[in-house]
């Protein structure tokens, strides 16, 4: 299951009037849709045409076994079994002596190398040392034994919160005992690792797997099927990492390089199993992130087979390859395929692991969302509504996705003018991310509230993006950001305030952001690049134009140096520099900064029409300036034209507040056509106000002519 991550809040607006086929903020750009492309049964046909591979057991001198080499690792396998039944009871010198004969058998067998005798005989030497213990010691590992086995059940049932516990109590005492680098401490810091991912504490999970990591394959060896659970784990991290920062080159590399490590090592050790299917479909994900489409699609498609076939088709991990096959599909182009798919998926995971868990909740965001950018809300409130009838859900399963869920909701609300249910609906999602916080489970509530600003902000509901960026300020306390995650919110804030028109609060945010950026990436880096343009943007609000101007202008030289000169950031420079420069009375900078911005947009005008539209109006302020108020008022016109289009290909509140910006610009501009300009400007602000997307700027309007404001 995957995440998104927001677009930058200054630019994230133009994102919007990407065609349907467009990537959606934090996912990879689209591979366009071949003719007649191959459909999901051709291709899960080709993908099938293999049978599942196993991997031959063979003695050390490689020949084949024989029949009493075979029934020998039979009995191995039931004898280790039995040890590890020994074991769950606390009769530790009964199970070591259990396992020490398979490691005799395995190795009589296979040899010293196989990971089949590696296991066994790690796990008598373990056993041993365990029997050989005080008698509270024992007690308290065969209690940390019973932990872990907690912890891993509550990863099934999708408890992350008691996952995480039950894990970090079984680490603390078998690191007591047993010491720092023992194998027993290395896997339950996998699980712990694990558990931090869905909990979204990312960090905490780093550094738990990479401890699993360095003890696991000094212990078991670096091509071991143990190894490359972790090197699955942590290629999952590293997709996760990704998503949230924007999917940074180094992130994804590490992450594929993880799990390509992982798929080798499981295909020729155990074959094509359970796990093996989860890293390839993991593979499959972090390859179309670094633009190796067909392999993504060869990787998943396989993944289904072998889950399909290994595991049935209605069992949890064959509904997760439906859903991110679907999430490939869409991004390729294949639309027809999808929707069918994700609701497969769902349906598998209803019935496998019940309405509330976590991937459950997850794929139901993952259609419901779909309905949402295909222009279908109704079936999302529909899907939405069915959803949470089916009940609260269980404390121990509150997720930040069931949070996303019912705001999500209120969205779909909105875009069926369902005012009031989707006010409750919003009320609901900050509750439910408040008692995630009172629960103590402080990363899964500050997840949970950077969905809904995320999502708030993507549908320029601004107050209610506020009110949760706001919450997580609070929760962070005034500590300096210490990470990019923190650093990031802060930075949405102030452009949310900014919008808002409380400006003096946003300059002092976005100060302290770069502040911060600048000590998490460097100066002049291009991480930096957005709130240097986050804060000329603001200085030029409050009529600071010098300081508006030195902040784009870095921000412009660190665009150039570090990116093509025909980059979209490039372009957003050259339009704030432009319009600043208009507001200077620098009327032949403007013009340079602003015929260079075209030429960027031109290129870019039918993937993001509004980035073209909305530089109209500095072309317009520009030759307003230079007396020439009849070409002015063409542009303007020529603005309202592209807009109108705009709000009727993809309806929305970013598409209503260019039109809104374009209407009241010409309405001044020509004072004999003002009221029917006027007239429809009042419709479509009237429009924005029940979709709650005033910003200052246009409830200002709206009160000006008459309407009700905020």
Not at 580 to 587: D, G, N, S
Not at 693 to 701: F, R, S, V, Y
Request: aromatic share 4%; proline share 4%.
């Amino acid at each position: 299951m995957r995440g998104t991550c927001a677009c930058l809040a200054a630019l994230a607006w133009a994102a919007v009037w990407a065609t349907a086929a467009m990537a959606q903020p934090g996912e990879p750009p689209p591979t366009t849709q071949p003719e007649g492309p191959p459909t999901h049964a051709e291709l899960y046909k080709r993908a099938s045409a293999a049978a599942i591979r196993t991997v031959e057991l063979r003695t050390a001198a490689g020949g084949a076994l024989s029949d009493g080499d075979k029934a020998a690792i039979e009995k191995s396998e039931a004898e280790l079994e039995e040890a590890a039944k020994l074991r769950r009871n606390g009769d530790f010198a009964a199970a070591a002596e259990k396992a020490a004969e398979v490691a005799s058998q395995r190795r009589a067998v296979l040899g010293n190398e196989h990971h089949l005798t590696i296991t066994a005989v790690v796990e008598s030497r373990t056993l041993s040392g365990f029997a050989s213990a005080s008698e509270a010691d024992r007690k308290r590992l065969k209690q940390a034994d019973e932990d872990l086995a907690q912890a891993e059940q509550a990863l099934l049932d999708g408890d992350s919160a008691a996952a995480v516990a039950a894990a970090r109590k079984a680490l603390a005492t078998r690191e007591k005992i047993l010491g720092k680098d023992h194998v027993e401490v290395g896997w339950a810091a996998k699980v712990l690792g694990a558990a931090l991912i869905d909990e979204q504490d990312y960090a905490g999970a780093e550094t738990a797997l990479n401890q699993a990591l360095k003890i696991i394959e000094a212990v078991y060896g670096k091509r071991h099927p143990r190894t490359a659970i972790v090197l699955d784990r942590l290629g999952w991290l590293g997709i996760r990492q990704a998503g949230a920062k924007g999917f940074e080159r180094t992130l994804v590399s590490q992450a594929a390089e993880h799990l390509r490590r992982g798929l080798a090592i499981l295909q020729t050790t155990v074959g094509e199993t359970r796990e093996t299917a989860e890293t390839q479909d993991n593979l499959g994900t972090v390859q179309l992130y670094t633009r190796e489409p067909q392999r993504a699609l060869e990787n998943k498609l396989r993944a289904l087979y072998v889950r399909q076939t290994v595991l049935g088709p209605d069992d949890r991990d064959t509904a997760v390859s439906l859903s991110n096959l679907a999430w490939l599909y869409e991004q390729l182009g294949y639309r027809d395929e999808v929707i069918p798919l994700r609701q497969k998926a769902l349906a598998v995971l209803e019935k496998a692991v019940g309405h509330d868990h976590p991937y459950t909740v997850a794929e139901l965001l993952n259609l419901s969302s779909l309905y949402h950018r295909w222009d279908q809300p109704a079936e999302a409130v529909r899907l939405l509504e069915q959803y949470l009838a089916k009940g609260e859900p269980r404390p121990e399963r509150l997720d930040p996705s069931i949070v996303e869920a019912v705001a999500t909701l209120a969205v779909s609300y909105l875009e069926t003018d369902r005012r009031e249910e989707a006010a409750a609906a919003v009320a609901k999602a900050f509750q439910m991310a408040k008692a995630l916080h009172a629960a103590g489970r402080k990363p899964a509530a500050a997840a949970a509230a950077e969905r809904i600003a995320t999502l708030f902000q993507q549908q320029r509901m601004l107050e209610d993006a506020l009110s949760a960026y706001e919450q997580l300020r609070e929760w962070q306390g005034k500590k300096e950001a210490t990470d990019a995650f923190v650093a990031r919110r802060n930075m949405q804030l102030g452009a949310i305030l900014t919008d808002l028109g409380r400006l003096e609060e946003s300059r002092q945010i976005l100060d302290e952001v770069l502040r911060d950026y600048v000590k998490l990436h460097g100066d002049g880096t291009l991480e930096t690049f957005t709130p240097l343009l986050m804060l000329s943007r603001t200085y030029e609000k409050l009529g600071d134009l010098d300081k508006a101007a030195e902040y784009g202008d870095k921000a412009l030289r660190i665009a150039e140096r570090r990116l093509p000169p025909d980059s979209l950031p490039v372009g957003h420079a050259m339009q704030a520099l432009g319009r600043i420069k208009i507001a200077k009375k620098e009327l032949d900078e403007a013009r340079f900064f602003l015929e260079d911005a075209q030429r960027v947009y031109e290129k870019f005008e039918s993937q993001t029409p509004a980035l073209a539209a909305s530089l109209l109006f500095e072309l317009a302020a520009l030759k307003e300036a230079e007396g020439q108020q009849s070409e002015a008022a063409q542009l303007l016109r020529d603005a309202v034209d592209k807009a109108r289009k705009i709000v009727e290909k993809i309806p929305g509140p970013q598409a209503d507040a260019l039109l809104a910006k374009s209407l009241k610009l010409l309405a001044d501009a020509e004072p004999s056509k003002a009221a029917s300009l006027k007239a429809e400007l009042k419709t479509v602000l009237e429009r924005l106000q029940a979709r709650r997307g005033l910003d200052a700027e246009t409830a200002a309007w709206l009160k000006e002519l008459g309407g009700g404001g905020k």
